[in-house]
């Protein structure tokens, strides 16, 4: 006979049953990041707030760089840390008031591709800073408001602040438990035997924020994750097939790609010669769905997926290069090698012209979710492995009429 007993911890629960529904159905990279269990964590922010020394204060090391003048940190930079039993992955961001427009939407799609947000201020949000927040909050994104700097502040200064996150917008967009006051690299007067008083460093307060962490993660890293699979599986729409015409002409750029770049023994040409390429593939395909496309959008275009795949085919490239330039070695080797970078660089080709394909479809657009999410959600519903299998069967025997 069953027992029947109370639930106790009903956000566990929940989290239990979010999980369950997002791996029933996410698919793709969606349901690749739930299945890692990795919660990543994002730290956003203007320049000169703290966010680097925050880090650090809640590792425990000097990870990340930190300087007296703003602006150290000029990329995206992450650490994996442990939390209890929870795996978290803090990813640190410049401020982004001091970057430029392509930096800031590659900070943006890290910070709505996360689990959570860590929103760094150093006193009352000023305009730019409250329009980040409402960004998140209209997202959808968990977000903890820091208050850094805290030791700057007096007891009633502090308590001030403290105060406008209770009531009001502020209060409607942020519950106030979980905006956290801190001190990541506070400094005290001290008197010197010379009787100076000078500033010394003293010991980091973030035990607040680091217990508010284990609360929310070690109780919802599982509701978190699938809440967040479920919604890039919901944004971004699925990856249609195009029509068989256009299929074709995808798979004859690539193909041409890959053996362009297989025969070309020279480290660098292949991939600039494979760029331009793609370009061209981008422009024949603008013109096939009847939409504009300058230069400047099929590079951008071409940046973003270049990002997102990992710089496909560099490696094999370094390693053709020094076959084919090495004294005394068999071309056997060079052959193989040349083989398996233009079948990459061919697999490249057409994830280009597929994702392009629906790029163009969508009238230039990515759809609700983040670039970066939909890109990978794309990725992951096209059979890489098949199309790299067969590149590398065309590659071996090519047809007798030439290129496809």
């Known amino acids: ?42 730290v956003l922010g203007l320049v000169g707030r703290g966010k680097s020394s925050l880090l650090n204060a809640l590792v425990g090391e000097p990870v990340f760089a930190t300087g007296a003048v703003h ?8 650490v994996q840390w442990s939390l209890g039993n929870v795996r978290v ?3 640190d961001t410049p401020g982004l008031d001091e970057v430029g427009q392509t930096t800031a939407e590659q900070v943006w799609a890290l910070a709505l591709g996360a689990e959570l947000v860590l929103l760094v201020l150093s006193g009352d949000p000023n305009r730019e800073e409250l329009g980040i927040l409402s960004r998140l909050v209209r997202a ?16 009633d200064a502090q308590a001030l602040l403290l ?11 942020v519950d106030p438990k979980d905006v956290i006051p801190v001190a990541a690299q506070p400094t005290t007067w001290q008197r010197t035997l010379q009787g100076t008083v000078v500033r010394q ?30 919604r890039t599986t919901a944004q971004a729409p699925p990856l249609s097939a195009p029509p068989a015409q256009i299929e074709a002409l995808i798979w004859r750029a690539s193909t041409r790609k890959a053996l362009a770049v297989a025969v070309n023994p020279v ?12 370009g061209a593939l981008l422009l024949r395909l603008a013109r096939r769905a009847g939409v504009s496309l300058s230069a400047g959008e099929a590079m951008q275009f071409l940046q973003l997926m270049a990002g997102s795949l990992g710089g496909l085919g560099i490696g094999a490239s370094v390693l053709k290069s020094s076959f084919a330039v090495g004294s005394g070695l068999t071309w056997l080797p060079y052959v193989a090698v040349a083989a398996g970078q233009g079948a990459l660089a061919g697999l490249a080709t057409y994830l280009v012209g597929r994702l392009g394909w629906q790029y163009l479809m969508q009238d230039k657009t990515w759809g609700p979710g983040s670039p970066a999410a939909t890109i990978q959600q794309w990725l992951g519903e096209i059979d890489q492995g098949a199309v790299l299998t067969r590149l590398r069967r065309y590659l071996h025997s ?3 009429h030439g290129l496809q």
């Open 398 to 400: 090519p047809p007798a």
């Open 267 to 278: 480290f660098g040409v292949d991939l600039l010669v494979g760029a331009l390429m793609d």
């Open 71 to 78: 602006g150290v940190t000029q990329g995206a930079q992450a």
């Open 1 to 42: 006979m069953a027992t029947v007993t109370a639930v106790q911890d009903w956000a566990a629960l929940k989290g239990a049953w979010c999980y369950a529904q997002a791996q029933a159905l996410s698919s793709g990279s969606a349901r690749q990041r739930l299945d890692q269990g990795l919660v990543q964590v994002v």
């Open 89 to 91: 992955e803090l990813v």
């Open 201 to 230: 460093p003293a010991p980091p307060q973030v035990e607040p924020l680091r217990q508010r962490l284990v609360q929310e993660l070690t109780q919802l890293a599982p509701a978190l994750l699938a809440l967040n699979a479920l």
């Open 140 to 155: 959808g994104k968990p977000v903890i408001v820091v208050l850094n700097k805290m030791d700057q502040y007096p007891p």
């Open 163 to 173: 105060s406008r996150w209770q009531s009001g917008q502020l209060a409607r967009w």
